[in-house]
Structure formats: C-alpha cells, structure tokens
C-alpha cells in the first residue's frame, strides 16, 4: 500500500547498501521505481544499482561540489510537483554526505519530505565494538586540518562511546592522534568493509589498532572507528 503522504511527499531520502546489494529495502525499491528522478552523488554508481534493480529512472548529480549551485534549480521543479529521491553512493544521504541543504530548502517552503530507514554504515560498527550503545557521539569526519587538534581536546573527555568516519588513507594517523589525545589505554573498534566479502572488525586499545594499520601494505574501503567513552 503507498504511504498516506505519497501524493503530497515531493522528496524522498533513499538509503542504498554499503556494500552488501541485499540490505537495499522493498520499500526503498518501490519509491525509486515511482519517483520522477533520482539525484544521485554518483550517477554511475547510482546507475548500476538502478540497472541491478531493474529500474530506469532520469539520473541527476547532486553531490558536495554543486549542491549550493543546484538547490535553487531543483527546488524550482520540486514546487511544480516533480517528485524526487535523493541517494548517496551508499548508505543514508545527509549523513556525512550532500542532502541537508536541499532538506532545509524544502522544509523552508512547506514542501513535503520523507526519510525511508535503511542502510548507514556507523550502527553496525557501534553495535560490533562490544561497547555501550545506549548513549553516543557521532562525530562523522575529524577536521583534517584547522581545528583537528581542538575537536579532539574537545572530545577527550566525552563519557558516551564516540563514533568517526575514516579515509584509509588517513586511518593511521587518526588513530596515532586519537591515542596521543586519549590516552595509550583507551580502547576503540575499527570495521572496515561493512556487508562486504571482506568485512573486518579490529578492537584493541588505540596504539595497538594505529600499530595493527601502520603494519600493513594496504587498507582499502570506508572505515568506521569507534572509541569507547571515557571513564574519568
């Protein structure tokens, strides 16, 4: 049955898998297969997906480096009923990725917008650190330059269990600083790979994961690290 909104509901937030094609939803698929067009970060990544859903659908990009070009136009088309959904590469859009400019834009002129539950990439890797989860911090990504080190002070003496989206090839460094920060017995949970063949979850203290990293010859795929509060 369609949603009670769905005549009115002019813009949808689609979670697309991480990794596994298997976690996309069958309401996920029914609201790609009934909207007009789908704004995608990538259209090629997104246009795979869509071609191994059997769907066809107009592609857009809509990504960090247009969004604030793009928004205007797309809010234009969005007033005269054109309904569309918003995907990311992967996961849920708006979630370290492009999507709350477009949300704020059309909450600001009373149009409609719905955010379908579905893949993100932090809750499995909070759920496998074995730490509490009944309250926590999603930071997304660290600075990477201007304010890093601030942010980090900052956070030192959080008590709720901290959760932050790492490049691979910035990992190590992170967790090098996360330990200086922290303190050399902090314990924290890396996962790599989240659903894929190749899924992996290291816990241990700080300097024993930026050790276990700096060892190897590779790190490949999106990293999710995740420290345990502090207990000071």
């Known amino acids: 049955m369609p949603d009670e909104a769905h005549t009115t509901t002019v813009l949808y937030l689609v979670p697309t898998p991480i990794g596994n094609l298997e976690d996309i939803t069958l309401r996920a698929i029914r609201i790609l297969g009934e909207v007009d067009t789908v704004?995608?970060?990538?259209t090629r990544n997104s246009g795979r997906l869509m071609q191994h859903l059997g769907l066809k659908k107009p592609l857009l990009s809509y990504?960090?480096?247009?969004?604030?070009?793009?928004v205007a136009r797309l809010i234009e088309r969005l007033e005269k009923g054109e309904r569309m959904a918003l995907v990311s590469d992967a996961g849920t859009?708006?979630?370290s990725d492009p999507g709350f400019l477009l949300v704020r834009e059309c909450l600001s002129r009373g149009l409609k917008v719905e955010c379908l539950p579905g893949a993100t990439a932090f809750v499995p890797a909070l759920l496998k650190s074995g730490f509490g989860a009944e309250r926590f911090v999603f930071e997304g990504f660290l600075p990477v330059k201007k304010g890093r080190q601030t942010r980090l002070r900052e956070l030192a003496?959080?008590?709720?269990?901290?959760?932050f989206y790492e490049s691979p090839h910035r990992i190590v460094k992170t967790l090098e600083q996360l330990a200086e920060v922290f303190g050399p017995e902090r314990q924290a949970s890396v996962s790599r790979e989240l659903t894929k063949l190749f899924e992996e979850t290291v816990n241990g203290t700080l300097p024993a994961?930026?050790?276990n990293f700096a060892g190897r010859s590779s790190i490949k795929g999106e990293i999710v690290v995740?420290?345990?509060g502090s207990k000071d």
């Open 226 to 228: 995740v420290v345990q």
């Open 209 to 211: 994961l930026a050790a």
């Open 157 to 163: 003496t959080e008590t709720r269990t901290l959760i």
């Open 63 to 70: 990504h960090l480096h247009n969004e604030h070009q793009t």
């Open 39 to 42: 704004l995608a970060e990538d």
């Open 93 to 95: 859009p708006g979630i």
